[in-house]
């Protein structure tokens, strides 16, 4: 399975065609979730990716525990961070066992990826401390391009797992509304909904836009109340109280 999971690492590099969504979303998803929490919180994070994320919390959380089941992707991180302070374990997410409770969890991108959501969601709601909080972001399958693109004819399946996804290894897309009733089949409650980018076009069309960084940055500002127009969709969720 390991195999498996390194056989997509050539998606997690500058060279992907997607890169310069990456680059917006995963910049920009750890500064929301740093802003509505504090530093003393302790967090535990599924996935290194691409490491933009591990990188900052890393040097905002006191502490920071970061699961992986890819021995190649957290060798890359390693050697592009050397002096990061973050307790990396290789692990399935799975398998992945721990007597710690955490004030957060955070599956940045996850839930795509395995095979089985629910499994995933029940065995890490179990690591939240009483109160804690359970940040899932996710694709948006029904994001506002791709509705453009549905409406001009150029999309038959708006939903539809398209090449970038096959090589970042998807196996599923979401909508806003398919991913909360994921979230609360779990047990969990969710407290809040955002929109991480809203694009209004292809990637390609706007590279050759140029535009500046104020435009691309109210992008992601603007897009925060609009979950299910964005590129991606972050919701907290909390235990549901028994």
Request: proline fraction near 3%.
């Amino acid at each position: 399975m390991s195999n498996d999971l390194d056989t997509f690492i050539a998606a997690y590099s500058d060279s992907f065609g997607y890169a310069f969504d990456n680059n917006i979303i995963l910049n920009w998803y750890p500064q929301r979730i740093m802003a509505l929490c504090t530093k003393e919180q302790s967090l535990l994070e599924l996935g290194v990716g691409h490491g933009f994320s591990t990188h900052r919390f890393s040097q905002f959380f006191s502490e920071h525990t970061v699961i992986d089941g890819s021995a190649s992707v957290i060798a890359q991180f390693k050697s592009q961070y050397p002096d990061n302070t973050a307790e990396i374990v290789e692990s399935y997410f799975e398998t992945f066992d721990t007597d710690k409770r955490f004030d957060l969890i955070v599956m940045g991108f996850i839930l795509e990826h395995v095979d089985d959501p629910q499994t995933v969601l029940q065995r890490f709601k179990r690591f939240l401390a009483p109160g804690g909080r359970c940040f899932v972001l996710v694709p948006n399958g029904e994001s506002l391009h791709r509705r453009f693109g549905h409406a001009a004819g150029l999309l038959g399946d708006m939903t539809a797992l398209g090449s970038g996804d096959l090589e970042l290894g998807h196996m599923r897309s979401y909508s806003l509304q398919t991913l909360t009733a994921e979230i609360e089949a779990a047990g969990l409650q969710v407290v809040r909904k955002e929109g991480v980018f809203l694009k209004p076009f292809t990637t390609g069309q706007l590279k050759d836009l140029n535009l500046s960084p104020d435009i691309i940055q109210a992008m992601c500002t603007v897009g925060v109340d609009y979950p299910e127009l964005c590129c991606a969709m972050m919701l907290e969720a909390t235990v549901t109280s028994s």
